[in-house]
């Protein structure tokens, strides 16, 4: 009995640690996105570290992908785009995800 007791204290421990730690950070994460509509780069902001930044179009398909950056601010070329809407998908360090929606002129 102890032996599953032991497990079960250590699994409750993880879980409700998990649970405050995301409540805690929907809180917190801000990300900015500007400008919008953009035309030859963005900047991407956050009050958080940004661990990666992927634009996407909306087939799904990714057009730009940075990772590790470490960063709370990060500016995206978007010379490469062409005149669309873009789904932007911004990673914190926190492990939450935010997507925004660029419009490149």
Partial sequence: G?????????????????????????????VKLYPNPAQNQATIESNVKISSVKIMDYTGRILL???????????????????GMYLVLVKTETGNQTVKTLVVQ
Avoid at 14 to 25: A, D, K, L, P
Avoid at 72 to 81: E, G, K, N, R
């Fill in 65 to 83: 992908n940075k990772s590790n950056v470490n960063a709370t601010q990060q500016q995206l070329d978007l010379s490469d785009l062409g005149a």
């Fill in 2 to 30: 102890s032996i599953y007791s032991d497990w079960s204290e250590t699994w409750q421990f993880e879980v409700s640690e998990t649970g405050v730690g995301i409540e805690e950070n929907n809180l917190v994460d801000e």
